[in-house]
């Protein structure tokens, strides 16, 4: 059997975590985990969590650290028995730390999106927010312009990936991704990818979780796998 695997996907906004991650729990079938997908639920359903995440969300801000474990790590606890992937989490050293108490992480993605490249996909980004379902009016458009190929509910912008949120937000990135990378790289689970296309940096994505899916952890004897 497969070992169990717990990966993380970091990157800026727009860098292609969400696009990768659900390519990724298709091909591999890990459980896939988005903060941005529950905190928007949270939203939605008017849970104490979700008005007050609102508030920071609205103004380009990460959420406080408290609020995203809290949210986050009783999830992981659910999924003991499962392969797991998280996208969006964790975002800060401190995020990094609790999850760290509790998982030792096998892998770690990193992607690496000129700003130029980041800020012309937002701007261009809609999603139907039931379902967490995301479009590029280039990249991958609806079937009908402003429709959800499934529902054909409307597609919304979020608020946070208009342009003066934006700004605010990659900066923020910038400055508090930078220890979380330092940790994985030191702990030898980061693999980082550059590029400005998903779709050239995802066959290399995908032969390293096949690696991975099927590799014994580390110091244990090699088996072949059917
Ligand atoms: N033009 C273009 N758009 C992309 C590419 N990869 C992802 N996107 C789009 O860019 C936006 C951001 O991607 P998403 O996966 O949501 O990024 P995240 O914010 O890191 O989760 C979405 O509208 C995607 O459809 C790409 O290679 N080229
Ligand atoms: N781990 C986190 N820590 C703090 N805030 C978060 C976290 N994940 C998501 N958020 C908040 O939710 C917003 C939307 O997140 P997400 O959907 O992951 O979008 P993006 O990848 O485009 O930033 C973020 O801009 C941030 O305000």
């Known amino acids: ?59 380009g801000m990460l959420v406080p650290d408290q609020v995203m474990t809290r949210l986050m790590l009783p999830k992981l606890e659910q999924l003991r028995n499962h392969s797991w992937l998280l996208d969006g989490f964790p975002r800060t050293l401190t995020q990094a730390q609790a999850l760290n108490s509790l998982y030792q992480m096998d892998l770690v993605i990193s992607l690496n999106i000129p700003y130029e490249t980041l800020k012309e996909r937002l701007s261009d980004r809609w999603v139907h927010p039931a379902s967490g379902r995301v479009y590029n009016m280039g990249f991958n458009p609806p079937r009908v312009q402003g429709k959800d190929d499934i529902t ?39 693999h980082s990818f550059s590029g400005t296309e998903t779709d050239k940096i995802w066959p290399y994505i995908n032969s390293l979780l096949s690696t991975k899916m099927h590799t014994q952890p580390s110091g244990a004897h090699p088996t072949q796998v059917p």
């Open 1 to 59: 059997m497969a070992k169990l695997l717990r990966a993380a996907v970091l990157g800026p906004p727009g860098s292609g975590k969400g696009t990768i991650c659900k390519r990724i729990a298709q091909s591999f079938g890990l459980q896939y985990l988005s903060s941005g997908h529950f905190l928007r639920e949270g939203i939605a359903a008017n849970t104490e969590a979700g008005v007050l995440a609102k508030t920071y969300i609205d103004r």
């Open 152 to 190: 054909g509910e409307p597609l919304i912008q979020h608020d946070d990936d208009k342009p003066e949120a934006l700004m605010a937000r990659l900066r923020h990135y910038k400055e508090l991704a930078k220890p979380v990378i330092d940790l994985y790289k030191s702990q030898g689970v980061l």
